[in-house]
C-alpha cells in the first residue's frame, strides 16, 4: 500500500472542511467533506481552476434547487427533473467536469425537510464552498506538488536507455524483436515525460519566489524534451531502415556513427551540465564540428543521387536515406539549441547561488 502526499493532503483537507462546517454550521459538515475529497487535484493549478468551477457550478445548483422546491415542490419525479436541467445548464456553461458535486447539493437541498428552505440551500451552498476552498489551501501551502524530480530522473533515465539502444543499433548488437519491444517501452516513458512536463507548468505559483528561474526552467525542460524526441526518431529511423544503414559502404558507416556518437556523447553532457555536474562553459564541439556535418550531408546526397533510381523513390525505396539524413540532423539542431539555453541558464543560476537541482 502507498501512501503518497496527495492522499496525505485529502485526508488533512477533509478533516478541516468538516471540523469547519460543523463549527459555522452544527449538525451539518458532509458536503463539505465531499467538496474536499474532490477538489484535491494533482497541481495547484487544477485545484485554483477547479475551485472557480465548482464555487460556481454549485452557487447555480444550490439556488435552482431552492427555487425549483420553492415554486413546484420536490417529489421524486421533480428532483430527476431538476437534475437533468442542472446537468443541461452546466454542460451548456462548459462546467461539465463539475456537475457531480453540484448534482449531490442540488439533491441533498431538495430533500430536506427544512421549513426554511432557502436558509438551507444557503448552508449547503457554503459547505461546499469550505470544502473547495480549504482543499485548495491545503493543496497550494502544504507541501505543494513537485513534478520538477520525476519530469528530469524520468527523461533522464529514458533517455539514457534511448542512447544504448542507439549505440547497439548501430553495430548490430540488437534483435528486431526485442528492439519493437524497447520501442513500445520508449513510447510510453515520452508520454510520460509530457504528463509530468504538464502537471509541472500547472505546479508553479505566479506569486513564488524566483518565478523567473522557473519560467526559464520550463523552457529547457521544453527542448529538453524535445532532444528526448529526437534521440528516440533516429532510434526509431535506425530500426525502421536497418538495411539502408548496413548498405552504406564501410566508411559512410563509420562516419556516421562517428557523428552520431558526438552527438550522444553531446546530449549526456548536456544533462549533466544542467544537473550541476559539468561546468556552464562546456560542451562547445557542436560548433567546431560544422565542416563534419557538411560534410556528412554531401555524402548522405552522393548516395542517394548515386543509389536512388527515380522509380526507387516513386515506389518509396530510396526514401531511407533521406529520412535517417533527416533524423540526425534533427537531432543535431535540438541539441544545439538546448546546449545554449542550459549554458545561459547554468551561468544565471549559478551567478544567483540557485540549482535545478535544489528540488531534487
Same mark, same amino acid.
Request: hydrophobic share 45%.
Given at each position: 500500500?502507498?501512501?503518497?502526499?496527495?492522499?496525505?493532503?485529502?485526508?488533512?483537507?477533509?478533516?478541516?472542511?468538516?471540523?469547519?462546517?460543523?463549527?459555522?454550521?452544527?449538525?451539518? #459538515?458532509?458536503?463539505?467533506?465531499?467538496?474536499?475529497?474532490?477538489?484535491?487535484?494533482?497541481?495547484?493549478?487544477?485545484?485554483?481552476?477547479?475551485?472557480?468551477?465548482?464555487?460556481?457550478?454549485?452557487?447555480?445548483?444550490?439556488?435552482?434547487?431552492?427555487?425549483?422546491?420553492?415554486?413546484?415542490?420536490?417529489?421524486?419525479?421533480?428532483?430527476?427533473?431538476?437534475?437533468?436541467?442542472?446537468?443541461?445548464?452546466?454542460?451548456?456553461?462548459?462546467?461539465?467536469?463539475? %456537475?457531480?458535486?453540484?448534482?449531490?447539493?442540488?439533491?441533498?437541498?431538495?430533500?430536506?425537510?427544512?421549513?426554511?428552505?432557502?436558509?438551507?440551500?444557503?448552508?449547503?451552498?457554503?459547505?461546499?464552498?469550505?470544502?473547495?476552498?480549504?482543499?485548495?489551501? /491545503?493543496?497550494?501551502?502544504?507541501?505543494?506538488?513537485?513534478?520538477?524530480?520525476?519530469?528530469?530522473?524520468?527523461?533522464?533515465?529514458?533517455?539514457?536507455?534511448?542512447? /544504448?539502444?542507439?549505440?547497439?543499433?548501430?553495430?548490430?548488437?540488437?534483435?528486431?524483436?526485442?528492439?519493437?519491444?524497447?520501442?513500445?517501452?520508449?513510447?510510453?516513458?515520452?508520454?510520460?515525460?509530457?504528463?509530468?512536463?504538464?502537471?509541472?507548468?500547472?505546479? *508553479?505559483?505566479?506569486?513564488?519566489?524566483?518565478?523567473?528561474?522557473?519560467?526559464?526552467?520550463?523552457?529547457?525542460?521544453?527542448?529538453?524534451?524535445?532532444?528526448?524526441?529526437?534521440?528516440?526518431? /533516429?532510434?526509431?529511423?535506425?530500426?525502421?531502415?536497418?538495411?539502408?544503414?548496413?548498405?552504406?559502404?564501410?566508411?559512410?558507416? %563509420?562516419?556516421?556513427?562517428?557523428?552520431?556518437?558526438?552527438?550522444?556523447?553531446? *546530449?549526456?553532457? %548536456?544533462?549533466?551540465?544542467?544537473?550541476?555536474?559539468?561546468?556552464?562553459?562546456?560542451?562547445?564541439?557542436?560548433?567546431?564540428?560544422?565542416?563534419?556535418?557538411?560534410?556528412?550531408?554531401?555524402?548522405?546526397?552522393?548516395?542517394?543521387?548515386?543509389?536512388?533510381?527515380?522509380?526507387?523513390?516513386?515506389?518509396?525505396?530510396?526514401? #531511407?536515406?533521406?529520412?535517417?539524413?533527416?533524423?540526425?540532423?534533427?537531432?543535431?539542431?535540438?541539441?544545439?539549441?538546448?546546449?545554449?539555453?542550459?549554458?545561459?541558464?547554468?551561468?544565471? /543560476?549559478?551567478? *544567483?547561488?540557485?540549482?535545478?537541482?535544489?528540488?531534487?
Amino acid at each position: 500500500m502507498k501512501l503518497g502526499a496527495r492522499s496525505f493532503k485529502t485526508g488533512l483537507a477533509v478533516a478541516l472542511s468538516l471540523l469547519l462546517a460543523q463549527f459555522l454550521f452544527p449538525e451539518s #459538515g458532509v458536503i463539505a467533506g465531499i467538496s474536499a475529497v474532490s477538489s484535491t487535484q494533482p497541481s495547484v493549478a487544477r485545484s485554483y481552476t477547479f475551485m472557480k468551477e465548482r464555487l460556481l457550478a454549485n452557487t447555480i445548483g444550490g439556488v435552482l434547487a431552492a427555487l425549483i422546491a420553492w415554486s413546484v415542490g420536490s417529489n421524486l419525479l421533480i428532483i430527476g427533473l431538476s437534475v437533468v436541467i442542472l446537468i443541461s445548464l452546466l454542460n451548456y456553461l462548459n462546467l461539465g467536469k463539475v %456537475i457531480s458535486l453540484s448534482v449531490v447539493t442540488m439533491i441533498v437541498i431538495m430533500v430536506s425537510t427544512s421549513d426554511n428552505l432557502f436558509y438551507t440551500a444557503a448552508i449547503r451552498v457554503a459547505e461546499t464552498f469550505i470544502g473547495v476552498v480549504v482543499a485548495f489551501l /491545503v493543496n497550494s501551502f502544504i507541501h505543494p506538488p513537485n513534478y520538477d524530480d520525476r519530469l528530469f530522473h524520468t527523461v533522464d533515465y529514458a533517455t539514457s536507455e534511448f542512447l /544504448v539502444w542507439l549505440r547497439a543499433g548501430l553495430r548490430k548488437n540488437t534483435e528486431f524483436s526485442i528492439m519493437n519491444k524497447d520501442l513500445k517501452w520508449a513510447r510510453q516513458q515520452l508520454g510520460l515525460m509530457d504528463k509530468y512536463f504538464q502537471l509541472m507548468q500547472e505546479s *508553479h505559483m505566479p506569486f513564488r519566489k524566483k518565478r523567473m528561474l522557473e519560467l526559464k526552467q520550463l523552457v529547457i525542460y521544453r527542448r529538453m524534451l524535445a532532444c528526448s524526441r529526437s534521440a528516440y526518431h /533516429v532510434l526509431k529511423v535506425l530500426h525502421d531502415h536497418e538495411n539502408v544503414f548496413f548498405s552504406f559502404s564501410p566508411d559512410m558507416r %563509420i562516419m556516421i556513427r562517428e557523428r552520431l556518437e558526438t552527438l550522444m556523447s553531446g *546530449h549526456e553532457q %548536456i544533462m549533466l551540465k544542467f544537473s550541476g555536474r559539468v561546468p556552464a562553459e562546456q560542451v562547445n564541439f557542436f560548433e567546431a564540428n560544422k565542416e563534419e556535418r557538411q560534410l556528412l550531408v554531401k555524402r548522405f546526397f552522393d548516395h542517394t543521387r548515386k543509389e536512388g533510381e527515380l522509380s526507387d523513390f516513386t515506389n518509396q525505396k530510396g526514401y #531511407g536515406p533521406i529520412h535517417l539524413m533527416s533524423a540526425i540532423l534533427s537531432y543535431e539542431d535540438d541539441l544545439i539549441h538546448f546546449n545554449k539555453l542550459v549554458t545561459n541558464y547554468r551561468s544565471n /543560476v549559478t551567478h *544567483h547561488g540557485f540549482s535545478p537541482m535544489d528540488n531534487f
